[in-house]
Protein backbone atom coordinates (compact mmCIF):
# COMPACT_ATOMS: atom_id res chain seq x y z
CA UNK A 1 0.00 0.00 0.00
CA UNK A 2 2.43 2.29 1.16
CA UNK A 3 5.13 1.59 -1.97
CA UNK A 4 2.17 2.16 -4.32
CA UNK A 5 1.06 5.66 -3.05
CA UNK A 6 5.00 6.62 -2.88
CA UNK A 7 5.37 5.48 -6.68
CA UNK A 8 1.90 7.83 -7.22
CA UNK A 9 3.27 10.22 -5.70
CA UNK A 10 6.98 10.18 -7.47
CA UNK A 11 5.30 9.90 -10.77
CA UNK A 12 4.89 13.04 -12.13
CA UNK A 13 8.78 13.83 -11.41
CA UNK A 14 10.03 10.33 -13.03
CA UNK A 15 8.17 11.52 -16.00
CA UNK A 16 9.96 15.03 -15.98
CA UNK A 17 13.62 14.85 -15.29
CA UNK A 18 13.86 18.62 -14.55
CA UNK A 19 11.19 18.64 -11.71
CA UNK A 20 13.03 15.76 -10.46
CA UNK A 21 16.06 18.26 -10.64
CA UNK A 22 14.04 20.67 -8.32
CA UNK A 23 13.51 17.93 -5.64
CA UNK A 24 16.61 16.75 -5.42
CA UNK A 25 17.75 20.47 -4.87
CA UNK A 26 15.17 21.07 -1.81
CA UNK A 27 16.40 17.70 -0.56
CA UNK A 28 19.64 19.11 -0.85
CA UNK A 29 18.56 22.71 0.95
CA UNK A 30 16.54 20.76 3.65
CA UNK A 31 19.88 18.12 4.20
CA UNK A 32 22.40 21.72 4.59
CA UNK A 33 20.01 23.45 6.96
CA UNK A 34 19.62 20.28 9.08
CA UNK A 35 23.70 19.45 9.22
CA UNK A 36 24.95 23.01 8.71
CA UNK A 37 27.68 23.10 11.78
CA UNK A 38 29.04 19.89 10.66
CA UNK A 39 28.92 21.10 6.70
CA UNK A 40 30.48 24.17 6.96
CA UNK A 41 34.40 24.16 6.63
CA UNK A 42 34.19 27.48 8.58
CA UNK A 43 32.21 28.97 11.54
CA UNK A 44 29.99 31.34 10.00
CA UNK A 45 30.78 34.02 12.71
CA UNK A 46 34.28 34.20 12.64
CA UNK A 47 35.91 37.20 11.71
CA UNK A 48 39.46 37.65 10.03
CA UNK A 49 40.60 40.96 9.09
CA UNK A 50 43.55 39.70 6.83
CA UNK A 51 41.17 37.38 4.71
CA UNK A 52 38.57 40.35 4.26
CA UNK A 53 37.09 40.14 0.39
CA UNK A 54 39.29 37.21 -0.87
CA UNK A 55 38.06 35.61 -4.54
CA UNK A 56 36.81 32.00 -4.31
CA UNK A 57 39.90 29.70 -3.90
CA UNK A 58 40.52 26.61 -2.81
CA UNK A 59 40.62 26.99 0.78
CA UNK A 60 37.41 29.64 0.63
CA UNK A 61 35.57 27.97 -2.17
CA UNK A 62 33.45 30.98 -2.25
CA UNK A 63 35.50 33.74 -0.96
CA UNK A 64 35.29 35.86 1.80
CA UNK A 65 32.96 39.05 2.76
CA UNK A 66 34.45 42.43 3.97
CA UNK A 67 34.59 40.88 7.50
CA UNK A 68 36.57 38.10 6.34
CA UNK A 69 33.96 35.33 7.34
CA UNK A 70 33.66 32.12 4.73
CA UNK A 71 30.70 32.59 2.52
CA UNK A 72 30.55 29.48 1.78
CA UNK A 73 29.87 28.36 5.39
CA UNK A 74 27.65 31.63 6.05
CA UNK A 75 25.28 30.39 2.53
CA UNK A 76 25.05 26.86 4.37
CA UNK A 77 23.92 28.16 7.69
CA UNK A 78 21.80 30.45 5.93
CA UNK A 79 19.65 27.26 4.61
CA UNK A 80 18.04 27.33 8.16
CA UNK A 81 16.18 30.52 8.01
CA UNK A 82 15.63 30.03 4.54
CA UNK A 83 13.73 26.80 5.65
CA UNK A 84 12.15 28.41 8.94
CA UNK A 85 10.84 31.00 6.99
CA UNK A 86 9.09 29.26 4.37
CA UNK A 87 7.70 26.78 6.69
CA UNK A 88 6.48 29.16 8.73
CA UNK A 89 4.53 30.79 5.92
CA UNK A 90 3.37 28.33 4.88
CA UNK A 91 1.59 26.60 8.07
CA UNK A 92 0.39 30.03 8.86
CA UNK A 93 -1.15 30.44 5.24
CA UNK A 94 -2.65 26.42 5.34
CA UNK A 95 -3.76 27.12 9.75
CA UNK A 96 -5.88 30.15 8.83
CA UNK A 97 -6.85 29.59 4.92
CA UNK A 98 -7.99 25.81 5.29
CA UNK A 99 -10.34 26.89 8.16
CA UNK A 100 -12.01 30.18 6.66
CA UNK A 101 -11.83 28.58 3.25
CA UNK A 102 -13.48 25.06 4.20
CA UNK A 103 -16.19 26.88 7.00
CA UNK A 104 -17.06 29.50 3.95
CA UNK A 105 -18.04 27.26 1.86
CA UNK A 106 -20.08 25.15 3.82
CA UNK A 107 -22.29 28.29 5.61
CA UNK A 108 -23.42 30.37 2.85
CA UNK A 109 -24.38 33.51 5.49
CA UNK A 110 -20.66 33.02 7.13
CA UNK A 111 -18.78 32.78 3.92
CA UNK A 112 -20.51 35.86 2.54
CA UNK A 113 -18.82 38.15 5.31
CA UNK A 114 -15.71 36.40 5.55
CA UNK A 115 -15.21 36.35 1.66
CA UNK A 116 -16.17 40.22 1.35
CA UNK A 117 -12.79 40.32 4.46
CA UNK A 118 -10.56 38.44 2.33
CA UNK A 119 -11.18 40.65 -1.12
CA UNK A 120 -10.48 44.17 1.83
CA UNK A 121 -7.16 42.08 2.30
CA UNK A 122 -6.74 41.43 -1.16
CA UNK A 123 -6.87 45.11 -2.27
CA UNK A 124 -3.47 45.54 -0.14
CA UNK A 125 -0.88 44.49 -2.99
CA UNK A 126 1.11 41.85 -0.82
CA UNK A 127 4.59 43.96 -0.41
CA UNK A 128 2.69 46.73 1.00
CA UNK A 129 0.39 44.69 3.48
CA UNK A 130 4.17 42.76 4.35
CA UNK A 131 5.55 46.60 5.02
CA UNK A 132 2.82 47.71 6.92
CA UNK A 133 2.73 44.79 9.05
CA UNK A 134 6.11 45.13 10.04
CA UNK A 135 5.87 49.07 10.86
CA UNK A 136 3.16 47.71 13.24
CA UNK A 137 4.64 45.05 14.88
CA UNK A 138 8.58 45.55 14.12
CA UNK A 139 11.27 43.42 12.47
CA UNK A 140 11.77 40.34 13.54
CA UNK A 141 11.85 36.48 12.19
CA UNK A 142 8.40 35.64 13.71
CA UNK A 143 6.87 39.27 12.09
CA UNK A 144 8.52 38.45 9.15
CA UNK A 145 6.73 35.42 8.34
CA UNK A 146 3.69 36.55 9.97
CA UNK A 147 4.20 39.87 7.80
CA UNK A 148 4.39 37.79 4.72
CA UNK A 149 2.12 34.52 5.33
CA UNK A 150 -0.94 36.87 5.46
CA UNK A 151 -0.56 37.66 2.23
CA UNK A 152 -0.92 34.20 1.14
CA UNK A 153 -3.43 33.55 3.44
CA UNK A 154 -5.94 35.44 1.12
CA UNK A 155 -4.80 33.48 -1.87
CA UNK A 156 -5.23 30.08 -0.05
CA UNK A 157 -8.61 30.85 1.52
CA UNK A 158 -9.94 31.69 -2.17
CA UNK A 159 -8.23 28.10 -3.23
CA UNK A 160 -9.82 26.47 -0.25
CA UNK A 161 -13.26 27.95 -0.94
CA UNK A 162 -13.42 27.64 -4.43
CA UNK A 163 -12.54 23.38 -4.04
CA UNK A 164 -14.64 22.94 -1.06
CA UNK A 165 -17.64 24.63 -3.35
CA UNK A 166 -16.61 22.02 -6.09
CA UNK A 167 -16.43 19.14 -3.55
CA UNK A 168 -19.95 19.85 -1.87
CA UNK A 169 -21.68 19.47 -4.75
CA UNK A 170 -20.15 15.75 -6.10
CA UNK A 171 -22.99 13.29 -5.71
CA UNK A 172 -21.26 11.15 -2.78
CA UNK A 173 -21.07 14.34 -0.51
CA UNK A 174 -24.81 15.07 -1.12
CA UNK A 175 -25.44 11.36 -0.92
CA UNK A 176 -23.42 11.21 2.81
CA UNK A 177 -25.78 14.25 4.05
CA UNK A 178 -28.56 13.21 3.07
CA UNK A 179 -28.02 10.19 4.98
CA UNK A 180 -27.43 12.21 7.94
CA UNK A 181 -24.00 13.02 8.14
CA UNK A 182 -23.11 15.69 10.17
CA UNK A 183 -20.63 18.54 9.20
CA UNK A 184 -17.92 17.40 11.41
CA UNK A 185 -18.06 14.03 9.68
CA UNK A 186 -18.26 15.71 5.99
CA UNK A 187 -15.05 17.62 6.59
CA UNK A 188 -13.05 15.21 7.61
CA UNK A 189 -14.26 12.07 5.76
CA UNK A 190 -14.80 13.89 2.29
CA UNK A 191 -13.16 17.11 2.27
CA UNK A 192 -10.02 17.22 3.92
CA UNK A 193 -8.92 14.43 2.36
CA UNK A 194 -9.63 15.72 -1.20
CA UNK A 195 -7.98 18.75 -0.32
CA UNK A 196 -4.62 17.44 0.83
CA UNK A 197 -3.13 16.89 -3.35
CA UNK A 198 -4.38 20.49 -4.23
CA UNK A 199 -2.74 22.32 -1.18
CA UNK A 200 0.32 20.26 -1.35
CA UNK A 201 0.50 22.30 -4.57
CA UNK A 202 -0.23 25.55 -2.70
CA UNK A 203 2.36 24.76 -0.43
CA UNK A 204 5.24 24.62 -2.69
CA UNK A 205 4.19 27.74 -4.42
CA UNK A 206 3.85 29.55 -1.36
CA UNK A 207 6.86 28.44 0.11
CA UNK A 208 8.44 29.47 -3.29
CA UNK A 209 7.04 32.94 -3.28
CA UNK A 210 8.03 33.42 0.71
CA UNK A 211 11.40 32.92 -0.41
CA UNK A 212 11.54 35.84 -2.57
CA UNK A 213 8.95 37.80 -0.07
CA UNK A 214 11.71 37.12 2.84
CA UNK A 215 14.71 38.28 0.77
CA UNK A 216 12.95 41.02 -0.17
CA UNK A 217 12.33 42.42 3.76
CA UNK A 218 15.89 41.14 4.60
CA UNK A 219 17.27 43.47 2.16
CA UNK A 220 15.02 46.12 3.27
CA UNK A 221 16.66 45.99 6.78
CA UNK A 222 13.23 44.64 7.52
CA UNK A 223 13.34 41.06 8.19
CA UNK A 224 15.52 38.61 9.97
CA UNK A 225 17.93 40.97 12.06
CA UNK A 226 21.51 41.46 10.57
CA UNK A 227 23.46 39.48 13.00
CA UNK A 228 21.52 35.73 11.97
CA UNK A 229 22.57 34.78 8.45
CA UNK A 230 20.50 34.67 5.73
CA UNK A 231 20.35 34.97 1.71
CA UNK A 232 18.66 38.50 1.84
CA UNK A 233 20.71 39.99 4.99
CA UNK A 234 24.19 38.65 3.04
CA UNK A 235 23.09 40.11 0.00
CA UNK A 236 21.98 43.72 1.84
CA UNK A 237 25.48 43.44 3.59
CA UNK A 238 27.39 42.93 0.58
CA UNK A 239 25.65 45.29 -1.68
CA UNK A 240 28.07 47.85 -1.32
CA UNK A 241 31.16 46.19 -2.35
CA UNK A 242 29.75 44.51 -5.56
CA UNK A 243 32.09 46.27 -7.80
CA UNK A 244 35.20 45.44 -5.39
CA UNK A 245 33.52 41.76 -4.96
CA UNK A 246 30.85 40.34 -7.23
CA UNK A 247 30.69 37.07 -6.32
CA UNK A 248 29.90 37.70 -2.78
CA UNK A 249 26.03 38.59 -4.06
CA UNK A 250 26.12 35.79 -6.39
CA UNK A 251 26.39 32.75 -4.23
CA UNK A 252 23.78 33.48 -2.25
CA UNK A 253 21.13 35.07 -4.66
CA UNK A 254 21.91 31.78 -6.76
CA UNK A 255 20.95 30.02 -3.73
CA UNK A 256 17.50 32.33 -3.47
CA UNK A 257 16.94 31.69 -7.45
CA UNK A 258 17.51 27.50 -7.38
CA UNK A 259 14.86 27.49 -4.00
CA UNK A 260 12.51 28.99 -5.59
CA UNK A 261 12.90 27.77 -8.84
CA UNK A 262 12.81 24.30 -7.61
CA UNK A 263 9.83 24.83 -5.66
CA UNK A 264 7.72 26.03 -8.38
CA UNK A 265 8.96 23.07 -10.72
CA UNK A 266 7.89 20.62 -7.73
CA UNK A 267 4.41 22.96 -7.97
CA UNK A 268 3.89 22.45 -11.43
CA UNK A 269 4.75 19.00 -11.68
CA UNK A 270 2.18 18.60 -8.78
CA UNK A 271 -0.51 20.16 -9.92
CA UNK A 272 -0.29 18.58 -13.26
CA UNK A 273 -1.17 15.45 -11.45
CA UNK A 274 -4.20 16.86 -10.04
CA UNK A 275 -7.76 16.27 -10.48
CA UNK A 276 -8.25 18.74 -13.87
CA UNK A 277 -11.63 19.88 -12.05
CA UNK A 278 -9.27 21.51 -9.19
CA UNK A 279 -6.53 22.53 -11.59
CA UNK A 280 -8.84 25.11 -12.87
CA UNK A 281 -8.75 26.48 -9.22
CA UNK A 282 -5.50 27.46 -9.50
CA UNK A 283 -6.10 29.64 -12.73
CA UNK A 284 -4.36 26.81 -15.39
CA UNK A 285 -7.09 25.08 -17.76
CA UNK A 286 -6.69 22.02 -18.70
CA UNK B 1 -24.32 45.86 -19.19
CA UNK B 2 -25.52 49.06 -17.13
CA UNK B 3 -26.67 46.75 -14.33
CA UNK B 4 -23.07 45.06 -14.45
CA UNK B 5 -21.61 48.31 -14.40
CA UNK B 6 -23.34 49.54 -10.98
CA UNK B 7 -23.04 46.31 -9.44
CA UNK B 8 -19.06 46.23 -9.86
CA UNK B 9 -18.84 49.73 -8.84
CA UNK B 10 -20.84 49.14 -5.41
CA UNK B 11 -18.46 46.61 -5.02
CA UNK B 12 -15.54 48.50 -5.29
CA UNK B 13 -17.06 51.18 -3.13
CA UNK B 14 -18.03 48.98 -0.24
CA UNK B 15 -13.85 47.41 -0.42
CA UNK B 16 -12.83 50.82 -0.63
CA UNK B 17 -14.52 51.41 3.10
CA UNK B 18 -13.94 48.90 4.40
CA UNK B 19 -9.84 48.98 3.22
CA UNK B 20 -9.98 52.59 4.39
CA UNK B 21 -10.84 51.56 7.70
CA UNK B 22 -8.17 49.46 7.80
CA UNK B 23 -5.93 52.45 6.60
CA UNK B 24 -7.06 54.66 8.96
CA UNK B 25 -6.53 52.18 12.12
CA UNK B 26 -2.94 51.68 11.21
CA UNK B 27 -1.71 55.31 12.62
CA UNK B 28 -3.69 54.47 16.12
CA UNK B 29 -1.77 51.01 16.10
CA UNK B 30 1.82 51.54 15.22
CA UNK B 31 3.44 51.59 18.45
CA UNK B 32 3.20 54.57 20.52
CA UNK B 33 0.77 57.70 20.86
CA UNK B 34 -0.55 58.99 17.50
CA UNK B 35 0.42 62.19 18.70
CA UNK B 36 3.98 61.50 19.58
CA UNK B 37 4.02 59.59 16.30
CA UNK B 38 2.68 62.45 14.43
CA UNK B 39 4.49 65.42 16.40
CA UNK B 40 7.79 63.35 16.63
CA UNK B 41 9.74 63.23 20.06
CA UNK B 42 10.47 66.68 20.69
CA UNK B 43 6.96 68.10 21.41
CA UNK B 44 6.36 70.07 24.53
CA UNK B 45 3.24 68.72 26.44
CA UNK B 46 1.25 71.84 25.18
CA UNK B 47 1.37 70.99 21.80
CA UNK B 48 0.45 67.67 22.27
CA UNK B 49 -2.27 69.18 23.85
CA UNK B 50 -3.27 71.71 20.96
CA UNK B 51 -2.63 69.01 18.08
CA UNK B 52 -4.82 66.43 20.23
CA UNK B 53 -7.42 68.80 20.25
CA UNK B 54 -6.80 70.24 16.76
CA UNK B 55 -7.18 66.66 15.53
CA UNK B 56 -10.34 66.02 17.38
CA UNK B 57 -8.14 62.74 18.71
CA UNK B 58 -10.45 63.63 22.15
CA UNK B 59 -13.79 62.28 20.20
CA UNK B 60 -15.51 59.14 19.86
CA UNK B 61 -13.13 56.82 17.38
CA UNK B 62 -16.18 56.79 14.56
CA UNK B 63 -15.92 60.82 14.40
CA UNK B 64 -12.37 60.35 14.40
CA UNK B 65 -12.67 58.16 11.34
CA UNK B 66 -15.49 60.03 9.64
CA UNK B 67 -13.82 63.25 10.09
CA UNK B 68 -10.37 61.81 8.83
CA UNK B 69 -12.04 60.27 6.06
CA UNK B 70 -14.05 63.92 5.02
CA UNK B 71 -10.68 65.30 5.09
CA UNK B 72 -9.08 62.90 2.53
CA UNK B 73 -11.76 63.10 0.32
CA UNK B 74 -11.15 66.75 0.25
CA UNK B 75 -7.59 65.66 -0.66
CA UNK B 76 -6.03 66.17 2.48
CA UNK B 77 -3.68 63.49 3.66
CA UNK B 78 -2.34 65.02 6.49
CA UNK B 79 1.65 66.10 6.86
CA UNK B 80 4.65 64.37 6.58
CA UNK B 81 7.12 64.43 10.42
CA UNK B 82 10.30 64.73 8.16
CA UNK B 83 9.65 67.24 5.13
CA UNK B 84 7.30 69.40 7.67
CA UNK B 85 5.34 69.64 4.24
CA UNK B 86 1.57 68.06 2.92
CA UNK B 87 1.60 64.23 2.31
CA UNK B 88 -0.05 65.04 -1.14
CA UNK B 89 2.78 67.11 -1.85
CA UNK B 90 5.17 64.16 -1.11
CA UNK B 91 3.83 61.13 -2.99
CA UNK B 92 3.48 63.98 -5.79
CA UNK B 93 7.14 64.46 -5.98
CA UNK B 94 7.44 60.66 -6.21
CA UNK B 95 4.69 60.21 -8.81
CA UNK B 96 6.63 61.09 -11.63
CA UNK B 97 9.53 58.44 -11.03
CA UNK B 98 7.31 56.09 -10.04
CA UNK B 99 4.47 56.54 -12.80
CA UNK B 100 7.38 56.56 -15.82
CA UNK B 101 8.87 53.48 -14.20
CA UNK B 102 5.72 51.23 -14.34
CA UNK B 103 5.30 52.28 -18.10
CA UNK B 104 8.27 51.39 -19.02
CA UNK B 105 8.28 48.32 -17.43
CA UNK B 106 5.29 47.54 -19.48
CA UNK B 107 6.68 48.50 -22.54
CA UNK B 108 9.26 45.76 -21.86
CA UNK B 109 6.77 43.30 -20.26
CA UNK B 110 4.44 43.68 -23.26
CA UNK B 111 7.12 43.47 -26.15
CA UNK B 112 8.90 40.36 -24.44
CA UNK B 113 6.46 38.83 -22.67
CA UNK B 114 3.31 38.93 -25.71
CA UNK B 115 5.08 37.33 -28.22
CA UNK B 116 7.42 34.97 -26.69
CA UNK B 117 4.25 33.55 -25.06
CA UNK B 118 2.75 33.22 -28.90
CA UNK B 119 5.58 31.84 -29.86
CA UNK B 120 5.65 29.12 -27.56
CA UNK B 121 1.74 28.26 -27.92
CA UNK B 122 1.96 28.13 -31.77
CA UNK B 123 4.96 25.55 -31.20
CA UNK B 124 2.63 23.68 -28.29
CA UNK B 125 4.53 20.63 -27.30
CA UNK B 126 7.93 20.95 -28.64
CA UNK B 127 10.98 21.66 -26.81
CA UNK B 128 11.21 25.42 -27.82
CA UNK B 129 8.10 25.19 -26.08
CA UNK B 130 10.01 23.72 -22.64
CA UNK B 131 12.46 25.75 -23.03
CA UNK B 132 10.66 29.21 -22.71
CA UNK B 133 8.04 28.18 -20.38
CA UNK B 134 10.89 26.79 -17.88
CA UNK B 135 12.68 29.98 -18.55
CA UNK B 136 9.74 31.70 -18.09
CA UNK B 137 9.44 29.92 -14.57
CA UNK B 138 13.52 30.85 -13.93
CA UNK B 139 12.65 34.10 -14.11
CA UNK B 140 9.53 34.35 -11.84
CA UNK B 141 12.14 32.99 -9.07
CA UNK B 142 14.67 35.44 -9.48
CA UNK B 143 14.54 38.43 -7.13
CA UNK B 144 14.48 41.64 -8.52
CA UNK B 145 16.72 43.30 -6.54
CA UNK B 146 19.50 40.78 -7.30
CA UNK B 147 18.94 41.32 -10.75
CA UNK B 148 19.47 45.08 -10.40
CA UNK B 149 22.08 44.67 -8.84
CA UNK B 150 23.73 42.80 -11.32
CA UNK B 151 22.62 44.76 -13.77
CA UNK B 152 24.27 48.13 -12.38
CA UNK B 153 27.33 46.15 -12.21
CA UNK B 154 27.66 44.75 -15.65
CA UNK B 155 25.69 48.01 -17.83
CA UNK B 156 26.63 50.73 -15.47
CA UNK B 157 30.26 50.11 -13.70
CA UNK B 158 31.91 47.88 -16.13
CA UNK B 159 30.29 48.42 -19.66
CA UNK B 160 29.10 52.43 -18.44
CA UNK B 161 26.17 52.44 -20.85
CA UNK B 162 23.78 53.58 -18.50
CA UNK B 163 24.02 55.80 -15.11
CA UNK B 164 23.78 53.31 -12.02
CA UNK B 165 21.18 55.14 -10.03
CA UNK B 166 19.20 58.40 -9.74
CA UNK B 167 16.60 60.06 -11.86
CA UNK B 168 16.41 63.86 -12.62
CA UNK B 169 13.02 64.99 -13.71
CA UNK B 170 12.46 64.50 -17.60
CA UNK B 171 11.03 67.90 -17.34
CA UNK B 172 14.20 69.41 -16.25
CA UNK B 173 17.07 67.35 -18.13
CA UNK B 174 14.30 66.49 -21.48
CA UNK B 175 13.90 63.17 -22.27
CA UNK B 176 17.47 61.44 -22.40
CA UNK B 177 17.27 61.27 -18.74
CA UNK B 178 14.50 58.12 -19.36
CA UNK B 179 17.97 56.36 -19.60
CA UNK B 180 18.22 56.36 -15.86
CA UNK B 181 15.23 54.11 -16.04
CA UNK B 182 16.29 51.71 -18.24
CA UNK B 183 17.62 49.40 -15.91
CA UNK B 184 15.56 49.40 -13.08
CA UNK B 185 12.57 48.90 -16.03
CA UNK B 186 14.54 46.07 -16.93
CA UNK B 187 14.97 44.17 -13.41
CA UNK B 188 11.31 44.94 -12.65
CA UNK B 189 10.22 43.60 -16.17
CA UNK B 190 11.63 39.97 -15.38
CA UNK B 191 9.15 38.00 -13.05
CA UNK B 192 6.23 40.18 -14.64
CA UNK B 193 7.22 39.26 -18.41
CA UNK B 194 7.57 35.93 -16.87
CA UNK B 195 3.55 35.78 -16.07
CA UNK B 196 2.61 37.38 -18.86
CA UNK B 197 4.64 34.67 -20.94
CA UNK B 198 2.47 32.40 -19.61
CA UNK B 199 -0.85 33.81 -19.48
CA UNK B 200 -0.65 34.49 -23.09
CA UNK B 201 0.70 31.26 -23.89
CA UNK B 202 -2.26 29.39 -22.14
CA UNK B 203 -4.96 31.79 -22.80
CA UNK B 204 -3.95 31.02 -26.60
CA UNK B 205 -4.12 27.42 -26.27
CA UNK B 206 -7.58 27.90 -24.26
CA UNK B 207 -8.91 29.01 -27.39
CA UNK B 208 -6.85 27.45 -30.19
CA UNK B 209 -9.28 24.02 -28.57
CA UNK B 210 -12.56 26.53 -29.95
CA UNK B 211 -14.67 25.26 -32.21
CA UNK B 212 -14.13 27.85 -34.79
CA UNK B 213 -10.58 27.62 -35.18
CA UNK B 214 -11.44 24.24 -35.95
CA UNK B 215 -13.84 25.66 -38.12
CA UNK B 216 -11.42 28.09 -39.64
CA UNK B 217 -8.76 25.49 -39.84
CA UNK B 218 -11.15 23.13 -41.75
CA UNK B 219 -11.87 25.84 -44.48
CA UNK B 220 -8.42 25.71 -45.22
CA UNK B 221 -7.22 29.29 -44.30
CA UNK B 222 -3.65 29.24 -43.60
CA UNK B 223 -2.02 28.25 -40.29
CA UNK B 224 -0.75 31.54 -39.23
CA UNK B 225 -3.83 33.50 -41.03
CA UNK B 226 -5.77 31.37 -37.82
CA UNK B 227 -2.93 32.05 -35.55
CA UNK B 228 -3.16 35.98 -36.35
CA UNK B 229 -6.70 36.66 -37.04
CA UNK B 230 -8.68 33.89 -35.00
CA UNK B 231 -6.68 32.81 -31.95
CA UNK B 232 -4.77 35.44 -31.50
CA UNK B 233 -7.48 38.51 -31.16
CA UNK B 234 -9.05 36.17 -29.18
CA UNK B 235 -6.27 35.63 -26.82
CA UNK B 236 -5.74 39.36 -26.69
CA UNK B 237 -8.39 40.16 -24.64
CA UNK B 238 -7.51 38.05 -21.45
CA UNK B 239 -4.18 39.12 -21.84
CA UNK B 240 -4.74 42.97 -22.35
CA UNK B 241 -6.85 42.61 -18.83
CA UNK B 242 -4.16 40.91 -17.11
CA UNK B 243 -1.70 44.06 -17.98
CA UNK B 244 -4.03 46.27 -16.19
CA UNK B 245 -3.40 44.23 -12.84
CA UNK B 246 -0.23 44.11 -13.50
CA UNK B 247 0.45 47.85 -13.37
CA UNK B 248 -1.62 48.25 -10.88
CA UNK B 249 0.77 45.94 -9.06
CA UNK B 250 4.06 47.47 -10.13
CA UNK B 251 3.56 50.67 -8.13
CA UNK B 252 4.08 48.87 -4.87
CA UNK B 253 6.43 45.63 -6.54
CA UNK B 254 8.70 48.93 -7.18
CA UNK B 255 9.76 49.45 -3.57
CA UNK B 256 12.83 47.35 -3.57
CA UNK B 257 13.95 48.65 -7.31
CA UNK B 258 13.60 51.84 -6.34
CA UNK B 259 15.57 51.33 -3.25
CA UNK B 260 18.19 49.54 -5.46
CA UNK B 261 18.47 52.12 -7.92
CA UNK B 262 18.27 55.58 -5.89
CA UNK B 263 15.33 56.55 -7.78
CA UNK B 264 13.42 59.02 -5.82
CA UNK B 265 9.90 57.24 -6.50
CA UNK B 266 6.88 56.45 -4.21
CA UNK B 267 8.61 52.80 -3.34
CA UNK B 268 11.46 54.11 -2.10
CA UNK B 269 9.46 56.92 -0.18
CA UNK B 270 7.40 53.49 1.75
CA UNK B 271 11.16 52.10 3.15
CA UNK B 272 12.64 55.53 3.85
CA UNK B 273 9.48 56.45 5.64
CA UNK B 274 9.51 53.89 7.55
CA UNK B 275 13.36 54.07 8.78
CA UNK B 276 12.36 57.68 9.84
CA UNK B 277 9.35 56.49 11.50
CA UNK B 278 7.45 58.89 8.93
CA UNK B 279 3.75 57.20 9.40
CA UNK B 280 1.64 60.11 8.16
CA UNK B 281 3.39 59.55 4.29
CA UNK B 282 3.36 55.65 5.04
CA UNK B 283 -0.22 55.97 5.55
CA UNK B 284 -0.83 58.42 2.69
CA UNK B 285 0.94 56.18 0.13
CA UNK B 286 -0.81 52.90 1.21
CA UNK B 287 -4.07 54.60 0.66
CA UNK B 288 -3.02 55.80 -2.40
CA UNK B 289 -1.57 52.56 -3.57
CA UNK B 290 -4.50 50.67 -2.47
CA UNK B 291 -7.04 53.31 -4.30
CA UNK B 292 -5.16 53.43 -7.68
CA UNK B 293 -4.66 49.28 -7.31
CA UNK B 294 -8.44 49.11 -6.99
CA UNK B 295 -9.77 51.52 -9.73
CA UNK B 296 -7.87 50.18 -12.20
CA UNK B 297 -9.08 47.01 -11.56
CA UNK B 298 -12.72 48.41 -11.87
CA UNK B 299 -11.63 49.88 -15.14
CA UNK B 300 -10.09 47.01 -16.68
CA UNK B 301 -13.66 44.36 -15.28
CA UNK B 302 -15.77 46.85 -16.77
CA UNK B 303 -13.34 47.69 -20.30
CA UNK B 304 -13.58 43.69 -20.07
CA UNK B 305 -16.74 43.31 -19.92
CA UNK B 306 -17.37 45.92 -23.03
CA UNK B 307 -15.37 44.50 -25.31
CA UNK B 308 -16.69 40.58 -24.57
CA UNK B 309 -20.48 40.32 -23.30
CA UNK B 310 -19.78 36.54 -22.51
CA UNK B 311 -18.29 37.64 -19.12
CA UNK B 312 -20.52 37.25 -16.21
CA UNK B 313 -20.63 38.96 -12.89
CA UNK B 314 -19.48 35.83 -10.37
Known amino acids: MSRDVAILWLKPFIARPIALAGLCILLATVLAAVFAPWLSPFDPYAIDPVTRLTPPNTIHWFGTDQFGRDTLSRVIHSARMALLIGSGVVVFALATGVPVGVLSALFPRLGHVLMRMVDVLMAFPA ?57 IWLISKHILPNLVSPLLVQASFVFAFAQLGAASLDFLGLGAPPEIPSWGNMLAESRTFITRAPWLLFFPGMMIVATAFSLNLVGDALRDRLDPRFRQVFGEKG | MWSFALKRTGTTAVTLVAASVIIFAFIHVVPGDPIYVLLGD ?53 AETSILLA ?102 LDVSREDYVRTARAKGIRPWQVVRRHILRNALLAVVSAFGFTFAALLSEAVVTETVFALPGIGRLVVQSILRRDYPVIQGVILVIVVAYLLINLIVDLSYRLLDPRVELQ
Open chain 2, 103 to 204: TMTMIWVAVIGVPVGVVAAVRHGTWLDQGLSGAAMLMASIPTFWVGLYLILIFAAWLGWFPSSGYPSIFEGGVVNLRYLVLPSLALAAPNAALILRLTRASM
Open chain 2, 42 to 94: TATPDQIDALRHQLGLDQPIVLQYLSWAGRVLAGDLGRSIFFQAPVTSVIADG
Open chain 1, 127 to 183: LLLALGLIVILGPSVANAILAIGVGYMTTTTRIVYGLTLRLRAETYVEASRSMGAGT
